[in-house]
């Protein structure tokens, strides 16, 4: 499953793809912090994932 991680070395905030372990895409570094997707992000990616779903 996506995460939305904020990288502790630079402050870059972005979604990381589902792998063992975390790479800021910005600095490389792998110590980051897991935020929470807002609603506005939850709500976009169900819809997109309901238009997937029926074709």
Do not use: W
């Amino acid at each position: 499953m996506k995460s939305k991680v904020i990288c502790n070395q630079c402050n870059h905030v972005y979604i990381q793809p589902d792998r063992p372990y975390p790479e800021c895409p910005e600095c490389g570094h792998t110590s980051v912090t897991f935020i929470e997707f807002t609603e506005a992000e939850l709500a976009a990616d169900a819809e997109t994932a309901m238009k997937f779903i029926e074709g």
